[in-house]
């Protein structure tokens, strides 16, 4: 009468009445397999900042390691070692000082922009991007302090002792240590969101102005000759990289408007080591200030192209935008446009090339396409007497008043070339302005035309690598600011871009070329969870971390052994703590050092409480392994465990008249139910069952607020000490229920998760009496001192047993606050 699956018996029980029979049904329709479902729902992508990337090159294994065993997530993680943990990166590659831009402003005070190290950069006071708590743990500051040696985390710590937190628009100055300067000038930028509003970053706007200011006036105060600025909160405080440099170079303006005639001489450095950062500072000084007074390296009219002011990484894919003579490029493949006659002479472009390459160029046009042509066709021909290999003469359309045919002609254009030359093994092509002569678009659309056209080309160039170039008429102006402004919104989108589970997110340019971690999650709740955990273990605001988890208590002499060479790995300290019912671990260092080390702890602690969870089942398993079932005939059956996930749990319709009572009584606790789920579990019934045949009176229906990572343990092992220790044992050290969810929630307040979660519980609570803060187990009742007590209590609603196995959670009730402002 039982149905035979696996290598035991498939049983199915009536959890809920005193009889257990045998059923004919399969043992995987009722409990969860020992893999984890993955919804569709259930998954989503996080695009690493740079911090991220340090921590996780680092401790990746571990980070996988604490998401699968406090949330069951698995984690992937993509591009990492393609990609470095910052622009202010501390490798020994060497950059050569390079100014792009200067101008006088005034009698006294000079501009300059300048591709450079900012650790080697000669100036009397170089400028940190720094934190309000002058933590330098990540991306320039980092660089700075670890260049200029301990004493510059050393000397910010005894700022922050002596007068407090440097507020966000202030600077203050340290010594340089072993730096090439005097000062550093440490400086607390705006930070924003990735989706910031209109109004934040007004706020934000205003914040980055008065940090410019502040750093103006401490270099003037303090008498230096230059100052090195970097394009400050544009990296990890998120601030958009275009309005930062209009901001910047604004502000330098304004202050040397403002400054006296006759202080001392300064000049103002913009100093950054990435091509998108120099490219927007050498931008706004030239739309803010005017022409650089430094004299042109070349001659414009017979020099080859001058090199690119803007470029975007796409992975096998460059885009270069470059000012110059298209005639004089030096690349695979030149793109020219043509009209239906054929005829080269027509155009600018055409009769530059035409003047370049010779007649021969003609001929072959009218030798290979001597038939009609159409809309949108490609005539390759060879490069003649051109730099090139091959020239794709490319006929386009004039733009219409009725319809928008010009447009999807030249994105079709562009494709086609792009896909031709690679396919003909081509690695690089350039581009002139398509369609912005005789033709009569507009620039800016033009620009986003041909721009988006690359980005969607790079998705599928899989296979070789090949260089773009736009190349404009340098005395273009108007045209080469609207491929600026086009190229650097593309660049910070995909620098900025995250995804979530609900957008297409294999198709993303960014999250196939960029470094970030894949999550899978078993439910929408562990997904929002992980992220969260996630951020929080990726964040560098603090160089200490505390971890609570009283499964610090169970840590062999290896683990100890592996916390002692941590703290020399990652040169940190750890300490252990333990008080008032709840323990954990301390870890202080360096922010990165920190979250390196609090990963390994965490990989660490959840394998101390799943080698918890496993003695308890055998613990289980040993006070069943005599029980039994009777079949339908009246045969015993022995019990046999099948598998780890010997539980279930089965979500409940919200329109059930008992979940609607539920509901109200959440809601009037400020508590939105998300999800009510049955638990069932046949061991812990069986032995709760024996319990309540013991202790009298009948169980209690009571709460008991958990957090994410323990609800399952809970499901599988029942309740233990160290799963839901409360704020304090003032009772006694055992386990803590509640009669009132507001009683739970009161109790139980170091909650920063998304979800609140509370277990609904049957408790044997028996005999009682008045607890106290000493006890850890219920003291005796009456002489006998092995008679004791079955719980104990404060009398106001807070009940405490010692033993889990009186016992049995019946509902798992996740919940939102109302209200909520979450962290995603």
């Known amino acids: ?94 950059i050569v000082p390079d100014i792009k831009y200067s101008k006088q402003l005034s009698k006294s005070l000079k501009v300059s922009v300048w591709k450079d190290d900012l650790t080697t950069h000669k100036v009397d006071a170089v400028v940190n991007a720094a934190n309000e708590h002058l933590n330098h743990g990540a991306g320039l500051a980092l660089a700075l302090s670890r260049a200029g040696g301990r004493m510059i985390q050393q000397w910010s ?13 202030e600077a203050v100055a340290t ?60 990296g990890l405080y998120n601030f958009p990289l275009q309005k930062c440099a209009e901001i910047i170079v604004a502000t330098v303006k304004s202050f040397s408007d403002k400054r006296n005639p006759e202080a001392g001489n300064l000049e103002v450095r913009l100093v950054n080591n990435d091509d998108p950062s120099v490219q927007q500072m050498h931008r706004a000084c030239r739309e803010i200030l005017g022409p650089s007074d430094l004299m042109p390296m070349q001659n414009q009219g017979n020099a080859p192209t001058q090199s690119p002011v803007s470029s975007l990484d796409l992975g096998n894919v460059t885009l270069h935008l470059k000012k110059g003579a298209i005639e004089n490029e030096t690349t695979d493949v030149i793109v020219n446009t043509i009209g239906p006659n054929l005829d080269l002479s027509k155009g600018q472009v055409s009769a530059a090339l035409l003047k370049k390459a010779g007649r021969k160029i003609q001929d072959e046009i009218k ?53 031709r030359a690679s396919t003909e093994g081509w690695s690089s092509i350039s581009f002139p302005a398509l369609g912005t002569g005789n033709l009569g678009l507009g620039k800016d659309e033009v620009s986003q035309i041909m721009t988006t056209a690359v980005v969607e080309f790079s998705k599928y160039c899989k296979d070789s690598k090949i260089k773009i170039f736009f190349v404009i008429f340098p005395k273009d102006t108007d045209t080469l600011k609207a491929f600026e402004k086009e190229i650097a919104s593309t660049n910070t989108r995909l620098q900025t871009f995250q995804m979530s589970s609900s957008t297409k997110s294999h198709d993303n340019l960014s999250i196939r070329t960029a470094p970030c971690i894949e999550l899978f ?60 019912g709840k323990g954990g671990i301390i870890i202080n260092g360096e922010p990165v050092g920190t979250r390196c080390a609090a990963l ?48 279930r749990k089965t979500p409940i319709d919200l329109n059930d008249w008992a979940v609607k009572e539920r509901l109200r009584n959440f809601a009037k606790c400020g508590l939105n139910i998300v999800k009510v789920e049955k638990i069932e579990n046949y061991a812990l019934q069986q032995l709760f069952k024996l319990n309540s045949k013991r202790i009298q009176p009948p169980p209690r229906r009571l709460y008991q607020c958990v957090k994410a990572q323990f609800c399952d343990l809970i499901c599988r092992v029942g309740f233990q000490r160290e799963y839901a220790p409360p704020n304090e044992q003032k009772y006694g050290a055992g386990i803590y229920f509640t009669t009132e969810v507001d009683k739970a929630k009161s109790l139980w307040t170091d909650n920063e998760e998304e979800y609140i979660y509370f277990i609904e519980a049957q408790v044997l609570t028996g005999k009682e009496t008045q607890g106290s803060s000493e006890m850890i187990v219920p003291p005796p009742f009456g002489k006998d001192p092995l008679v004791r007590y079955d719980s104990v209590t404060n009398k106001r609603g807070i009940h405490i047993i010692f033993n889990g196995q009186q016992a049995y959670p019946e509902f798992l009730i996740t919940c939102s606050k109302q209200a909520n402002q979450t962290y995603f």
């Not at 610090?552 to 002692?564: R, T």
């Open 367 to 419: 030798r290979l396409k001597h038939g009609h042509v159409h809309e949108g066709d490609i005539i390759p021909t060879s490069g003649c007497k051109l730099n090139c290999m091959a020239v794709y003469h490319t006929v386009c359309v004039p733009k219409s008043t009725t319809d928008d045919k010009a447009n999807k002609i030249l994105h079709s254009v562009v494709t086609n070339c792009l896909v």
């Open 521 to 580: 999650a078993p439910s929408p709740e562990a997904l929002r969870e992980a992220k969260r955990w996630s951020f929080d273990m990726l964040d560098l605001r603090s160089g200490c971390q505390k971890i609570y988890n009283n499964h610090v208590l169970h840590l062999n002499q290896e683990d100890h052994e592996k916390l002692m060479s941590l703290q020399v790995s990652f040169n940190v300290i750890i300490s252990e703590f333990f008080r008032e």
């Open 600 to 647: 390994e702890v965490e990989a660490m602690l959840c394998q101390a409480q799943e080698d918890f969870a496993q003695s308890e089942e055998k613990y289980m398993q040993g006070d069943l392994e005599h029980m039994y079932v009777a079949d339908d005939f009246g045969q015993r059956q022995q019990i046999e465990r099948m598998s780890n996930r010997s539980y």
């Open 157 to 169: 710590d005894e700022i922050i002792k002596q007068k407090g937190k440097v507020h966000t628009g």
């Open 175 to 234: 010594r340089a240590g072993n730096l090439p300067c005097k000062m550093i000038i440490h400086a607390v930028g705006p930070c924003v969101s990735l989706k910031a509003t209109k109004t934040e970053l007004r706020d934000a706007s205003d914040l980055l102005e008065k940090t410019i200011w502040s750093i103006l006036r401490k270099a003037n105060y303090e008498n230096m000759q230059s100052v090195a600025i970097p394009a400050i909160s544009s």
């Open 1 to 94: 009468m039982y149905h035979q699956v696996y290598q035991g018996n498939a049983f199915t029980f009536d959890f809920f009445s005193q009889q257990c029979t045998l059923s004919l049904v399969v043992l995987h329709a009722c409990f969860a397999s020992d893999t984890k479902p993955v919804m569709e729902d259930g998954k989503a992508f996080i695009l690493l900042q740079p911090e991220g990337i340090e921590i996780l090159k680092r401790s990746s294994s571990a980070f996988c390691r604490g998401l699968e065993g406090k949330f069951g997530c698995t984690a992937q993680i993509h591009n990492l070692e393609d990609h470095t943990a910052s622009s202010f990166s501390h490798s020994k590659a060497t």
